[in-house]
């Protein structure tokens, strides 16, 4: 089993930045491609950002390309989520997972294990 941890998230004004961290214990060797998913409230959840083990290649949602970062430390087991210019739209609950598989995927049916999640507000 794999436990991930968010933290990082708050309270930001629009136009501000925020980085979300997840770290990985237990079997951390399953945790291999990892990403972030947001969820707002009444609202599915949505695919933001992944990363490969590697880090050789990251696929970022067009709603926060070109704003928010994924990156990740296998020496820290620690996968991180820089966001930029944050908008009130991006409030949501933010949550970290991984799956076992090395590629990465945005569908959430794809991954394996799940942090509880952080929220990140943005006031306008």
């Known amino acids: 089993q794999v436990q991930l941890v968010e933290s990082g998230g708050g309270l930001v004004q629009a136009g501000g930045s925020l980085r979300l961290s997840c770290a990985a214990s237990?079997?951390?060797?399953?945790?291999?491609?990892m990403g972030w998913f947001r969820q707002a409230p009444g609202k599915e959840r949505e695919f933001v950002a992944a990363i490969t083990r590697s880090a050789t290649n990251t696929y970022t949602a067009n709603s926060v390309k070109g704003r928010f970062t994924i990156s990740r430390d296998n020496a820290k087991n620690t996968v991180y989520l820089q966001m930029n210019s944050l908008k009130p739209e991006d409030t949501a609950v933010y949550y970290c997972?991984?799956?076992?598989?090395?590629?990465?995927?945005?569908?959430?049916?794809?991954?394996?294990?799940w942090g509880q999640g952080t929220q990140v507000t943005v006031s306008s």
């Open positions: 997972a991984a799956r076992y598989q090395v590629t990465y995927a945005s569908n959430a049916r794809s991954y394996d294990f």
């Open positions: 237990g079997r951390t060797s399953s945790a291999n491609a």
